[in-house]
Nanobody
Framework: QVQLVESGGGLVQAGGSLRLSCAASGRTFSSYVMSWFRQAPGKGREFVAALRWLYGSTFYADSVKGRFTISRDSAKNTVYLEMNSLKPEDTAVYYC??????????????????WGQGTQVTVSS
């Protein structure tokens, strides 16, 4: 059974940094896309960043490009989201997702088969 377990959320001041982790288990993820989405109160789920496990290629939403970095540790089966220069508008529950997706569809949350439980990130002004 596939499990995705997020950790690393918390409260941080604007301009600060956090690193989220997503520990994946239950199968081999070499053919998967691993992504981060977020959902702020009263808003829909938003794509943040994606990584194609096999090639290590990465994709970012414009709103986080240059501030966030997605990476993986294959030995630990873990995906990270390094978040720098955080802004109050980054406040949301952050979710890890995994799925087998075609190219250029990484931003589509409806295509992901597996989701974590989410971790809260709060950025104070």
């Amino acid at each position: 059974q596939v499990q995705l377990v997020e950790s690393g959320g918390g409260l941080v001041q604007a301009g600060g940094s956090l690193r989220l982790s997503c520990a994946a288990s239950g199968r081999t993820f070499s053919s998967y896309v691993m992504s981060w989405f977020r959902q702020a109160p009263g808003k829909g789920r938003e794509f943040v960043a994606a990584l194609r496990w096999l090639y290590g290629s990465t994709f970012y939403a414009d709103s986080v490009k240059g501030r966030f970095t997605i990476s993986r540790d294959s030995a630990k089966n873990t995906v990270y989201l390094e978040m720098n220069s955080l802004k109050p508008e980054d406040t949301a529950v952050y979710y890890c997702a995994a799925g087998v997706l075609r190219s250029s569809s990484e931003y589509r949350d409806d295509l992901y088969a597996y989701w974590g439980q989410g971790t809260q990130v709060t950025v104070s002004s």
